[in-house]
């Protein structure tokens, strides 16, 4: 699967995990490492704004956190995905966090970003997540070839095990880190 149709696929998911965040959960942990709710929140919205300019060819902005994490989400993802979107964006050299990648290559880290993300609020807020297994197959398949050369307790954590029974996501997100085994 092409990466704008991983992204098509993504935003319904995505969109209705963070539409049901109500506020008075931003400041619940969540299973990605320090961050709360809200911190993922913002850690997605600044990440969409330098990723929509890298894609565009331009510097990153200025980063700063949004009075309203809920109500800046949507914007700031509609961007990134119109600029992954944009001719010739796909062709661009990124550079990236963990180094310069082609265009391609890097809106597939946005797809398992945005993917793992979507667990992390979920599971934070209790909500069911359940993005379209294709999309998670494609993105678990990716993952599986990209990551272990990046890991470095930082920006990719060392894989964890996920239970016997764990879906396809709760696999993946294993599989960047997370904790996912449920204590009952």
């Known amino acids: 699967m092409q990466p704008l149709e991983q992204l098509d696929q993504l935003g319904p998911a995505l969109a209705t995990v963070v539409e049901a965040i109500r506020p008075e959960q931003l400041d ?23 990723f929509a300019a890298a894609f565009r060819g331009q ?34 050299t990124i550079a990236a966090p963990f180094g310069e ?6 809106a597939r880290f946005v797809v398992l970003d945005g993917l793992v993300h979507g ?9 069911l997540y359940d993005p379209p297994s294709s999309l998670v197959d494609d993105v678990s398949a ?3 070839v990209a990551l ?4 470095d307790g930082d920006t990719f954590a060392a894989a ?5 029974d764990a879906s396809a996501i709760e696999r993946l997100a294993a599989y960047t880190g997370r904790q996912t085994r449920r204590t009952t």
Do not use: K, N, Y
Not at 101 to 106: C, H, I, L, M, R
Not at 119 to 127: H, K, R, S, V
């Open 28 to 50: 619940e942990p969540t299973p990605c490492a320090s961050f709360t709710v809200r911190g993922v929140l913002t850690h997605m919205i600044g990440g969409a704004g330098a």
């Open 59 to 92: 510097p990153a902005p200025t980063a700063s956190e949004p009075d309203d994490v809920l109500a800046a989400f949507g914007p700031a993802l509609g961007d990134l995905v119109a600029a992954i979107s944009a001719p010739g964006a796909l062709d661009r």
């Open 101 to 106: 990648v082609p265009g391609e290559t890097f």
């Open 119 to 127: 667990w992390d609020l979920a599971t934070a807020t209790g909500q």
């Open 142 to 144: 990716f993952a599986h």
């Open 148 to 151: 272990d050369p990046l890991r």
């Open 160 to 164: 964890t095990d996920a239970a016997p």
